[in-house]
């Protein structure tokens, strides 16, 4: 068997996020010259069952928010193990069972879920420069060989509205977004995203709002009195840009509640409107606004441990909108399998750093099919310029993808990536569209 594709160096850095904060970056190469580099995504409304992004703590450095720890663990331990190791980058999983081995703690507390995260996606992408194809079939095929998965483009939600920890608390509920589910392809579907983005920043400047600062995700973040003022002032963009709202139509809308963000541990304080919900009163809220709006998806419409308020919200209204995990699940396998054994959600946000290596994350996504629950690949708030996630949401033929909105760069990166890919397949190229709400 050849060498080439073992590790010759690991090395990290610390660099800056889309917020302004450190982060890792890794660079990989193979003994046959092959390179890998990844940067490592941040979030800000964490689940308190994600994996631990490990942070210095040093008060005299980046507000106590340094990486030189963890970039130090890449350095100092997993490099060295790797370059002293018979492994292989093309083993995807045999080096993520390395990292879990070696880190030693299910929350990746030793060395940091950043550190392993930052390994395990730079090897994949040495494991493809290696093997000379495009990343996205080279991650379609981890499961059993390149091109196993066919790849496909895959229906997008965009970020038009944000609040929450996104917004500066502006609104209580984190993100209101649109789904292109009429377009045709996926070049298609990122015109109409951005042309209903430019709409509704025109009509919020009718309105006197100012649309000129936007939240971390590139939404717009206006002081809107309501959470339904957002979803009317939507409706009216979609209009406004000449396209037809609806589930059935051209455009749709989704919601990112965030719900662990405004409850107490007894109720959902939502602020905006001076009310306090018990998890039936929010269940009710939730099912009005599907049906008198458009909505066909909810993410985290209850907290994260509200395990009977998730059934009985999946219940109500599951059979008609697509309910997606993300504190609840936390790209954690365990916290799936509890979801689906007590019928919580049908769909699953999709995070690397929620984990912290790639196997883990494919592992998933399986899951979540082989349930009968979409995955949706996602980004994060404190996002950096890498694409991988691109990449990824096409490599495993994801339905759904999640980004934020089409502005700032490190957004546009991922949309931008999506583009060459659609381009590179060709005129046949397989789009998720309508499809992506099957099960």
């Known amino acids: 068997m050849t060498t080439s594709t073992r590790f010759e160096r690991v090395v990290a850095r610390e660099v800056l996020d889309s917020r302004g904060r450190p982060t890792v970056e890794v660079d990989v190469r193979l003994v046959g010259g092959a390179t890998g580099r990844a940067m490592v995504p941040s979030g800000a409304s964490t689940g308190k069952h994600e994996a631990l992004e490990l942070r210095d703590h040093d008060s005299g450095r980046y507000n106590g928010l340094g990486v030189t720890v963890a970039v ?12 002293e190791s018979e492994l292989r980058a093309t083993d995807q999983a045999a080096v993520d069972r390395m990292l879990i081995d070696i880190d030693s703690t299910v929350s990746k507390s030793n060395l940091g879920a950043n550190a392993l995260l930052g390994v395990s996606m730079a090897t994949a992408r040495a494991g493809a420069a290696a093997e000379g194809v495009p990343l996205y079939r080279y991650l379609g095929g981890l499961t059993g060989g390149v091109g196993v998965i066919e790849p496909r483009l895959p229906l997008i939600t965009v970020n038009i509205i944000s609040g929450g920890a996104h917004g500066g608390q502006n609104l209580d509920m984190q993100d209101f977004l649109i789904v292109p589910v009429g377009a045709p392809d996926y070049r298609t ?12 920043a025109a009509l919020l400047e009718a309105q006197g709002h100012h649309t000129h600062l936007v939240a971390d995700e590139g939404g ?24 037809r709202p609806g589930r059935d139509a051209d455009v749709a809308i989704a919601i990112d509640v965030a719900a662990t963000e405004f409850y107490n541990g007894n109720e959902y304080v939502l602020a905006t409107e001076s009310s306090r919900l018990d ?5 009710e809220v939730l099912a009005s606004w599907t049906e008198q709006y458009p909505v066909v998806s909810i993410e985290d419409g209850l907290a994260e441990d509200d395990w009977d308020g998730w059934k009985a919200l999946t219940e109500r209204i599951g059979d ?13 396998p365990g916290r799936l399998q509890r979801g689906v054994e007590t019928g919580a959600a049908n769909g699953v946000l999709v995070k690397l750093n929620q984990i912290g290596t790639l196997t883990e994350t494919l592992q998933v996504i399986e899951d979540a099919r082989q349930a009968g629950y ?4 996602s980004a994060r708030s404190g ?11 096409v490599g495993v033929a994801a339905p759904q993808f999640k980004v934020g909105s089409t502005t700032r760069s490190e957004r546009t990166a991922k949309w931008n990536q999506l583009l060459r890919i659609e381009e590179e397949l060709g005129a046949g190229a397989a789009y998720a569209g309508r499809d992506a709400f099957g099960r």
């Open 72 to 83: 130090g663990n890449v350095n100092t331990v997993i490099g060295p193990a790797l370059a």
């Open 189 to 200: 579907s990122l015109e109409w995203s951005t042309r209903v983005r430019q709409s509704v």
């Open 220 to 243: 717009l973040a206006p002081f809107l009195s309501s959470h339904k003022q957002a979803l009317d002032v939507i409706v009216a963009g979609i209009e406004r840009a000449g396209l």
């Open 279 to 283: 998890a039936a009163g929010l269940i």
């Open 320 to 332: 008609r909108t697509l309910l997606i995990g993300d504190d609840l699940f936390t790209t954690n």
């Open 374 to 377: 979409i995955p949706v690949v």
């Open 383 to 393: 996002e950096t310029e890498d694409a991988f996630i691109a990449d990824l949401a």
